[in-house]
């Protein structure tokens, strides 16, 4: 504690204001969301620090500064960062430790759905300067989403699983951003009315979904699979329609990596059902 005291005493002196209206040009990603967003936005040279969990700015020598949820106050305060972007994980205590020393923080929450997510990511590029692409990049997503929401408009009657997690079964629910997938697919997420996303296999057996995605979760991921092959009952097995999709791409809140995501969905869905698929990236 004595050494964040110093810090704070030395960098309240130091630290320089964001002139009103300037981009930030040093920044502190405390999600890999963010990070990636960033990258996205062409703003990677802008990013001084990050978590070990942002794939995206793996080799590109980036400090280190945070774990999914533990931040290092001290280490972000020796960067002298002038913006942090802070999650919902954040512990607001050290998001307050910061704002103490003059470092504009800036908290980004979950989104609940992909407007949010839209929202959010504008936000990113106004404070980087960055608007433009911004803009440019959530209107072809919009537009993307908005063909795939016409050729499934008619498309319905059709239920879905979603898991992403195992022991417990997890799965996505309503008001989460993840549950967009299925709305704007036209399809019934059968956790529809849960406020938690725990279930149990006999709860997935009673509302026989047609589809069944599981987001990666490395061996976990590939043992769920065959675990719902062996229940012949349900829809979603004896119609091949049982699928792992990349929880890197489709748990991780940017307009782009959503597109990609739902694009994906669909194509799958759409495929001959030879075969349950393999992972697809």
């Known amino acids: ?11 309240t002196v130091l630290t320089v204001f964001t002139v009103q209206g300037q981009p930030y040009t040093r920044i502190v990603s405390l999600a890999p969301s ?15 620090g990050c978590t070990s969990y942002c ?3 793996k080799g590109d020598n980036k400090e280190i500064v945070s774990s999914a949820v533990k931040a290092n106050v001290e280490k972000i305060i020796s960067l002298k960062p ?3 972007l802070a999650s919902g994980l954040t512990n607001p205590k050290d998001t307050e430790l910061l704002k103490k ?33 911004a803009n440019a990049l959530v209107g072809e997503s919009k537009r993307t989403i908005q063909e795939i929401v016409e050729k499934n408009k008619h ?23 993840m549950n967009d997938y299925m709305t704007l697919l036209g399809i019934e997420n059968i956790a529809g009315d849960l406020t938690q996303g725990t279930v149990t296999r006999e709860f997935v057996i009673a509302n026989n979904p047609d589809y ?12 769920e699979l065959k675990t719902w092959n062996r229940y012949s009952s349900l829809k979603a097995t004896r119609k091949k329609q049982i699928y792992i999709i990349d929880s890197d791409i489709a748990c991780q809140p940017t307009p782009v990596t959503f597109v990609q995501t ?11 059902k030879t075969k349950n698929q393999e992972p697809r990236q």
Request: glycine fraction near 6%; proline fraction near 4%.
């Open 34 to 48: 963010f990070t990636q967003s960033l990258y996205y936005l062409e703003a990677q040279d802008n990013l001084v």
């Open 1 to 11: 504690m004595k050494k964040i005291f110093l810090f704070l005493s030395i960098l």
């Open 82 to 84: 002038d913006l942090v």
């Open 101 to 133: 020393v003059g470092i504009k923080v800036e908290v980004i929450y979950s989104p609940k759905s992909f407007q949010e997510i839209c929202d959010q990511f504008i936000r990113i590029g106004e404070l980087v300067g960055k608007t433009e692409k």
């Open 155 to 177: 498309n319905t009657n059709r239920k879905m699983f979603f898991q992403i997690g195992a022991n417990p079964l997890f799965t996505v629910i309503p008001n989460t951003f």
């Open 212 to 223: 069944i995605f599981i987001a990666t979760m490395g061996i976990v991921g590939e043992e």
């Open 262 to 272: 739902i694009v994906l969905m669909n194509q799958l869905m759409e495929e001959p």
């Open 55 to 57: 794939e995206a700015a």
